[in-house]
């Protein structure tokens, strides 16, 4: 091919694979089995990925519960196959792979313990974008010298980049905090699949002009913008894109890799995969879908939400949603659900809707319009309102606080500092309560992180209680 669809010199995008971790939790529940990774693991391994995304997440969460297998032995079993190319993970910042604030010294253990067991490169977000959360981790993934991505969560309040909060200065402003913090390598996370091609290739421009380290985009197709995205992105110079293999793509997980390989065959941005090697590897995927069917949504004829191009709520959320109406027999009240959610958000200081404030903005506007404002205010409501989470990218409604923190358990007067500051150590109170049930620190990680179904795992992988039984279609 002679002429090219850009002139200028060879700057091949690379490209992460995410079909191990994003691709089955965003469509599958997170239930792939570590067993049906291993017959391609050494063939994606030879791919040139520039990574692959295996762990973090909820996977930790789903492996210890519904898998009966040990997160930990995962890494290292994947890192004997793939040897060569780096294994990335999903960190929650102060929240880890769990779904509150732990205190550091838990921190510390969980970034120590998974280097060991073989990970090579942490991609770091908090909800709050508030990067106080990330300080305890950085040190320990910098001190076992490796990789740390430092993430921006992506998020609007208007139909396209711009308005009062999310616009571009405070997205190059993050941006220039994240590199001084010693980041490696900076994420745009898009977790709702919003960003749209214009605003990307606007973004992305602002950002090499602002910083020197490499930017990786990451978003998921739910709207169904999210390859036309990267292909801006992509011509405004974007260093690295998250794609899975194509049965494990599309819907709400991330684009498929192998249209990307082919539209850029032959252009200055060329990343070099084997098309053909993609393809067989997907043929793999597809023999082993089957069993794991019956967590794939099939309620809806459209694969694409493109409800979500106008009330911005993540797919994850919105099945939340769905299920706490169902419960409550009030599915039918659903839209009055959607126009609450931005109002609720905005009270709450316009958190990013991203794990886990998705989750605390959602179930508060659930019983906002079921119950009354207010009326009744969930635990994580509070926490968040007193501080406990993070800063607020913009101010909590100052007569909202009043009514959430009115005969709160900490005060009324809400904390400024490090949200991980009002948490005591934790680590020495875990190792008594398990004691001798938790072998090693790896043991005591799965304990400390969740308590109740982590020692229910521990005693089923000691022998003194049954597995889990994996459900399959």
Request: aromatic share 8%; charged share 25%.
């Amino acid at each position: 091919m002679t002429d090219h669809i850009w002139d200028g010199p060879q700057h091949p995008v690379k490209i992460q694979d995410n079909t191990f971790r994003d691709g089955h939790q965003s469509l599958l529940a997170t239930r792939m089995k570590t067993e049906d990774m291993l017959p391609i693991a050494e063939r994606m391994d030879e791919m040139g990925f520039w990574a692959m995304e295996v762990w973090g997440g909820a996977t930790f969460d789903t492996m210890h519960r519904f898998l009966g297998e040990d997160p930990f032995e995962r890494l290292r079993t994947l890192k004997k196959y793939i040897k060569k190319t780096p294994l990335t993970m999903l960190l929650r910042g102060q929240n880890l792979v769990g779904y509150r604030n732990y205190a550091d010294d838990v921190c510390r253990l969980f970034v120590d313990k998974s280097c060991e067991a073989g990970m090579d490169i942490f991609r770091v977000f908090d909800a709050l974008n508030d990067f106080r959360n990330f300080e305890t981790c950085v040190e320990r993934i910098k001190a076992n010298g490796k990789h740390f991505q430092a993430a921006i969560c992506y998020s609007l309040t208007e139909r396209s980049l711009g308005g009062p909060v999310f616009n571009m200065d405070y997205y190059v402003t993050k941006a220039k905090e994240l590199e001084g913090m010693g980041a490696d390598t900076l994420c745009i996370k898009d977790m709702a699949g919003i960003i749209a091609p214009y605003d990307i290739a606007w973004l992305i421009g602002e950002l090499k002009k602002a910083i020197k380290i490499p930017i990786h985009l990451h978003t998921h197709y739910t709207s169904g913008m999210a390859s036309m995205t990267y292909l801006k992105a992509i011509e405004a110079g974007v260093d690295i894109i998250d794609t899975c293999l194509a049965p494990f793509a599309l819907r709400t997980s991330q684009p498929a890799v192998e249209p990307i390989v082919a539209t850029l065959m032959g252009t200055p941005r060329d990343p070099g995969l084997n098309l053909n090697t993609l393809l067989e590897l997907g043929e793999y995927l597809e023999t082993i879908a089957p069993k794991y069917g019956n967590f794939l949504a099939t309620n809806r004829m459209s694969v694409i939400d493109t409800a979500v191009l106008v009330h911005q709520v993540p797919g994850g959320m919105i099945s939340n949603l769905v299920s706490q109406l169902k419960e409550a027999k009030a599915l039918h009240r659903l839209n009055e659900v959607y126009a609450e959610v931005p109002i609720t958000r905005r009270e709450l200081g316009t958190p990013p809707l991203v794990t886990p404030t998705s989750q605390i903005v959602g179930v508060q506007a659930v019983l906002n319009v079921l119950l009354g404002k207010y009326k009744m205010i969930t635990n994580q409501v509070k926490d968040l309102v007193y501080g406990l989470y993070g800063k607020t990218p913009t101010p909590i409604d100052p007569e909202i606080q009043k009514i959430v923190l009115k005969n709160y358990k900490r005060g009324q007067t809400p904390v400024s500092g490090r949200a991980a500051d009002y948490l005591e150590p934790e680590l020495e109170e875990a190792r008594i309560k398990i004691g001798p049930l938790a072998k090693d620190d790896f043991d005591l990680l799965v304990y400390a992180l969740y308590p109740t179904t982590g020692e229910q795992f521990l005693k089923s992988k000691y022998g003194l209680e049954d597995k889990p039984q994996q459900v399959v279609a």
